[in-house]
């Protein structure tokens, strides 16, 4: 596609709910990241996918955070047994080389725990 | 992580005026840095990109300053338009850390018309 495409757009879940946000990436694009941009702040990585190959998970705040990319394009973050401070922006980001290179960033999706 | 700073959370500016963003990091390992514009409600756009082997690099309307010495970067804009308002953000990568980018808190950018 032209961009990146994250959905659902808006999420509203209920504390306890499990959630999963979908991203799909820039077409042959290798690199794939995740966000958490909290209300007023800068963008706080999460993980990151080589192809199928999450290399760096350093940033997922809990074992409730789980991510994949299983045929090395489409990625789907899981929320399980979310909670209030849950509640932020998830944003996603690919890349096409290996290497120091741009991030294209997706509209990201606005997940509200109620 | 490394920190990334903004030195001025807002800034307001006439139409046509210039437009500077600071942004102060602390990695001295840093080596290639991004300035992201962010509209609200949307994802972070790339703008401009700058290599610690450079200091100096122009776009359109835009130029990056880097000064590796005190650990600075700006961003400036010229004959600011209303378009420009937004959320700037500085991202900073270390080739020898991975491939993450850390990101600062945000300079708020509003045009006067």
């Known amino acids: 596609g032209a961009g990146v495409s994250q959905s659902p757009r808006y999420k509203v879940a209920k504390r306890g709910q499990d959630v999963a946000l979908r991203c799909d990436p820039i077409?042959?694009?290798?690199?794939l990241f995740w966000y958490q941009q909290a209300l007023g702040q800068g963008p706080e990585f999460l993980t990151y996918f080589q192809n199928e190959a999450q290399l760096d998970k350093s940033g997922l705040p809990s074992d409730r955070f789980f991510a994949e990319r299983p045929e090395g394009s489409v990625s789907t973050l899981k929320i399980q047994r979310t909670q209030q401070e849950d509640s932020a922006v998830y944003l996603c980001?690919?890349?096409?080389?290996?290497?120091?290179?741009?991030?294209?960033f997706g509209n990201g999706t606005r997940l509200t725990v109620t | 992580g490394e920190s990334v700073g903004l030195h001025l959370p807002t800034l307001s500016v006439q139409e046509g005026d210039n437009s500077i963003i600071n942004c102060a990091y602390s990695n001295s390992a840093s080596d290639y840095f991004i300035w992201y514009k962010q509209e609200s409600g949307k994802g972070p756009q790339f703008i401009i990109d700058i290599r610690s082997n450079m200091d100096k690099r122009q776009g359109q309307r835009v130029t990056v300053l880097l000064n590796k010495t005190v650990k600075h970067l700006s961003l400036q804009i010229a004959a600011t338009q209303p378009g420009d308002s937004a959320v700037y953000f500085c991202?900073?990568?270390?080739?020898?850390?991975?491939?993450?980018?850390?990101f600062g808190t945000g300079t708020s950018l509003t045009v006067i018309p």
């Open positions: 077409s042959g694009h290798v690199s």
């Open positions: 991202a900073e990568n270390a080739w020898e850390t991975g491939n993450q980018f850390y």
């Open positions: 980001a690919s890349s096409f080389p290996l290497g120091q290179s741009p991030l294209h």
